[in-house]
C-alpha cells in the first residue's frame, strides 16, 4: 500500500509539473508578408493578440502559435478555424479554455490562419 501511495505522489507530482508548464513568449522573426497575410495581421492584431500576444509569441494568457506544437502537421489549417468558430479546451499547457471568436469573420479566419502560417515558416515551422 505504501509503494502505491508512494507511485500515486510521484504521478501526481509530475502532473502538477507538467500542467504548470507554460511555453515563454518567443522572439518572431516577421518576414515580408504577402497580401493576405498583411490583411490576417491586422485582423490577428484585433482579435487575437489579446490572449496570443503580438506576432503570436504567446502572452501569459495565451499560447505561442509560432511554436512546433501549431505546425500544419499536427494543427491543419482547420483547426485554426475550428478554434475560432467554436472554442478550444486547453490542452497542450495550462492556460484557460480559449472562447469561441464570434466577432471574427470567415475571411479573416482565413486571413489570419495564413498570417500565422507565413510567420511559421518565417521562423523555421512548417
Same mark, same amino acid.
Given at each position: 500500500?505504501?509503494?502505491?501511495?508512494?507511485?500515486?505522489?510521484?504521478?501526481?507530482?509530475?502532473?502538477?509539473?507538467?500542467?504548470?508548464?507554460?511555453?515563454?513568449?518567443?522572439?518572431?522573426?516577421?518576414?515580408?508578408?504577402?497580401?493576405?497575410?498583411?490583411?490576417?495581421?491586422?485582423?490577428?492584431?484585433?482579435?487575437?493578440?489579446?490572449?496570443?500576444? +503580438? #506576432?503570436?509569441?504567446?502572452? &501569459?494568457?495565451?499560447?505561442?502559435? !509560432?511554436?512546433?506544437?501549431? %505546425?500544419?502537421?499536427?494543427? *491543419?489549417d482547420i483547426a485554426f478555424e475550428l478554434a475560432v468558430l467554436r472554442g478550444v479546451r486547453a490542452h497542450h499547457w495550462r492556460?484557460?479554455?480559449?472562447? +469561441? #471568436?464570434?466577432?471574427?469573420? &470567415?475571411?479573416?479566419?482565413?486571413? !489570419?490562419?495564413?498570417?500565422? %502560417?507565413?510567420?511559421?515558416? *518565417?521562423?523555421?515551422?512548417?
Amino acid at each position: 500500500m505504501v509503494i502505491a501511495g508512494g507511485a500515486l505522489v510521484i504521478v501526481g507530482a509530475w502532473l502538477v509539473e507538467r500542467l504548470d508548464d507554460r511555453p515563454a513568449p518567443i522572439e518572431v522573426r516577421v518576414p515580408g508578408l504577402s497580401a493576405a497575410a498583411q490583411a490576417g495581421q491586422l485582423a490577428f492584431d484585433r482579435s487575437c493578440a489579446g490572449c496570443h500576444g +503580438p #506576432q503570436a509569441r504567446g502572452s &501569459a494568457t495565451g499560447p505561442p502559435l !509560432i511554436h512546433p506544437t501549431y %505546425r500544419r502537421a499536427h494543427h *491543419a489549417d482547420i483547426a485554426f478555424e475550428l478554434a475560432v468558430l467554436r472554442g478550444v479546451r486547453a490542452h497542450h499547457w495550462r492556460f484557460d479554455d480559449m472562447p +469561441p #471568436q464570434p466577432s471574427v469573420a &470567415a475571411a479573416e479566419i482565413a486571413q !489570419i490562419t495564413r498570417y500565422v %502560417r507565413e510567420l511559421q515558416a *518565417a521562423n523555421g515551422i512548417d
